[in-house]
């Protein structure tokens, strides 16, 4: 597991790494490479496992969307936000900051889509959870 996991994380910077350059479908086969072996490791080890799955799928959300993929890449970006959320209590800086970058980003998509967050039943329970975790926003 700790091969594994080493393997997903280099995998998700190597996605991070090749968006920057531009090489984006580089970019979506390393990320999903990594989404991939956070899933199957977060059926063993959830706890220590789904904040970095939900970095993976932010991370993936992203691309998908560069690539024009609105609808799978809101998909993605509202999966990495649920897993989030059901942390909450347990947020830390990294997953606040993580939280708040993925909510952004999801609100950007569905605007993308022509979509009004305020309508979103997924946006407006991760602002209730950002308003009972005292984070104003």
């Known amino acids: 597991d700790a091969f ?6 280099s995998l998700n910077n190597l996605g991070e790494v090749q968006r920057e350059l531009g090489q984006m479908e580089q970019a979506l086969v390393s990320t999903l490479e ?9 059926e063993h080890r959830p ?3 789904l904040p970095d799955l939900a970095l993976s799928l932010g991370n993936l959300g992203e691309i998908l969307g560069e690539l024009g993929q609105r609808e799978r890449a809101l998909a993605s970006t509202r999966e990495a936000i649920i897993i989030l959320r059901g942390l909450f209590e347990e947020w830390s800086d990294a997953i606040r900051r993580d939280f708040l970058g993925s909510l952004d980003t999801y609100r950007r998509q569905l605007e993308a889509l022509g979509r009004d967050p305020a309508t979103d039943d997924e946006y407006q ?11 104003d926003r």
């Open 125 to 135: 329970a991760a602002m209730r959870a950002l308003h009972k975790a005292g984070v």
């Open 4 to 9: 594994r996991s080493g393997l997903a994380h």
């Open 34 to 42: 990594a989404v991939a072996m956070r899933r199957e490791l977060a």
């Open 47 to 49: 706890d220590a496992v």
